[in-house]
């Protein structure tokens, strides 16, 4: 499913007042089936952008396109309620939106809000449980009893369970630890690639753009400065720098070698692996 944002100003209206603007004239399309990553500095508008994806946040200003449905100014109710139903969200700490008694019941939530009937919300939940690498006990248990990584799994899955045909992401490995992490981001791109959904992820770790993302949304202050390929964008240093975005591992690493040897390897290198190929086909190990 596609997602165009035409000209979007968006802005927070807080009693009579409203904030500067948060999203300031942003313009891009991402693709059907692509994994976009979201990077920028704290405060410049990443959140915001996710939530103008779901209704959550209106434009004052321009139209955010989902698919066919489109939300401007005048959003419509009906719309609002089509983009929520495609459009899963996985909010930063999505465990502190659990609520319900047990697991089931929190995962069927969704589900049943969109009119499906119980049983086969409870098939779903069973399916989804399976998918984020829980087993089924865990269905009867409070969401209050689990870990910290069990819970994190147990709100993506209730996501999940409401079969979104675009994922957005916020953060969705903050507070985990490394392990946990990546599983979790495992899991969510091994569910994009399975389910050919449009995702797009915030996160401020430049490993996981390159080992995840297809392309990259840099926001500053409110605007989409710039939107690339993962590779067009690590091969820019200059880019990189002026952006003050880092450069992963491998990248760097392969900067490096570049550096002593004086060889050019023939692409960018965004994974360990990556670079230890290029580097046995070049003749360099
Ligand atoms: N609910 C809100 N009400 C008023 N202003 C808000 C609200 N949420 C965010 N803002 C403001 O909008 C701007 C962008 O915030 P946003 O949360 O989108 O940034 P972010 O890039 O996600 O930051 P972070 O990396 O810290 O999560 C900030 O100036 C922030 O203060
Ligand atoms: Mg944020």
């Given at each position: 499913?596609?997602?165009?944002?035409?000209?979007?100003?968006?802005?927070?209206?807080?009693?009579?007042?409203?904030?500067?603007?948060?999203?300031?004239?942003?313009?891009?399309?991402?693709?059907?089936?692509?994994?976009?990553?979201?990077?920028?500095?704290?405060?410049?508008?990443?959140?915001?952008?996710?939530?103008?994806?779901?209704?959550?946040?209106i434009?004052?200003?321009?139209?955010?396109?989902?698919?066919?449905?489109?939300?401007?100014?005048?959003?419509?109710?009906?719309?609002?309620?089509?983009?929520r139903?495609?459009?899963?969200?996985?909010?930063?700490?999505?465990?502190s939106?659990?609520?319900?008694?047990?697991?089931?019941?929190?995962?069927?939530?969704?589900?049943?809000?969109?009119?499906?009937?119980?049983?086969?919300?409870?098939?779903?939940?069973?399916?989804?449980?399976?998918?984020?690498?829980?087993?089924?006990?865990?269905l009867?248990?409070?969401?209050?009893?689990?870990?910290?990584?069990?819970?994190?799994?147990?709100?993506?899955?209730?996501?999940?369970?409401?079969q979104?045909?675009?994922?957005?992401?916020?953060?969705?490995?903050?507070?985990?630890?490394?392990?946990?992490?990546?599983?979790?981001?495992?899991?969510?791109?091994?569910?994009?690639?399975?389910?050919?959904?449009?995702?797009?992820?915030?996160?401020?770790?430049?490993?996981?753009?390159?080992?995840?993302?297809?392309n990259?949304v840099?926001?500053?202050?409110?605007?989409?400065v710039?939107?690339?390929?993962?590779?067009?964008?690590?091969?820019?240093?200059?880019?990189?720098?002026s952006?003050?975005?880092?450069i992963?591992?491998?990248?760097?690493?392969?900067?490096?070698?570049?550096?002593?040897?004086?060889?050019?390897?023939?692409?960018?290198?965004?994974?360990?692996?990556?670079?230890?190929?290029?580097?046995?086909?070049?003749?360099?190990?």
């Amino acid at each position: 499913m596609q997602i165009t944002f035409k000209d979007v100003t968006a802005d927070y209206q807080i009693g009579p007042l409203r904030t500067p603007r948060v999203l300031d004239s942003v313009d891009f399309n991402l693709e059907p089936g692509t994994f976009t990553a979201v990077i920028g500095h704290t405060g410049s508008g990443k959140s915001s952008l996710l939530k103008a994806m779901n209704g959550l946040l209106i434009p004052v200003k321009g139209e955010v396109h989902i698919g066919g449905t489109v939300i401007n100014r005048s959003k419509n109710k009906k719309s609002l309620k089509t983009i929520r139903k495609k459009v899963g969200m996985v909010f930063q700490f999505p465990e502190s939106q659990l609520f319900a008694e047990t697991v089931e019941q929190d995962i069927c939530f969704g589900p049943l809000n969109f009119g499906v009937p119980l049983e086969e919300a409870k098939r779903i939940a069973r399916q989804v449980i399976q998918q984020v690498g829980l087993g089924p006990d865990i269905l009867t248990k409070s969401p209050f009893a689990l870990s910290g990584g069990q819970k994190r799994r147990v709100a993506i899955a209730g996501i999940l369970a409401m079969q979104p045909e675009v994922l957005v992401l916020d953060e969705p490995g903050a507070g985990l630890d490394p392990r946990g992490k990546k599983e979790i981001l495992s899991l969510i791109s091994k569910w994009h690639n399975n389910e050919k959904l449009t995702t797009v992820m915030v996160t401020h770790d430049m490993e996981d753009v390159a080992h995840y993302a297809d392309n990259v949304v840099v926001m500053e202050k409110g605007q989409a400065v710039l939107h690339k390929g993962v590779r067009e964008l690590f091969a820019d240093i200059h880019a990189l720098k002026s952006l003050r975005v880092d450069i992963p591992q491998a990248r760097k690493l392969q900067l490096k070698i570049e550096q002593e040897t004086g060889v050019k390897l023939p692409q960018v290198c965004l994974t360990i692996d990556e670079l230890a190929n290029c580097l046995m086909k070049a003749g360099l190990v």
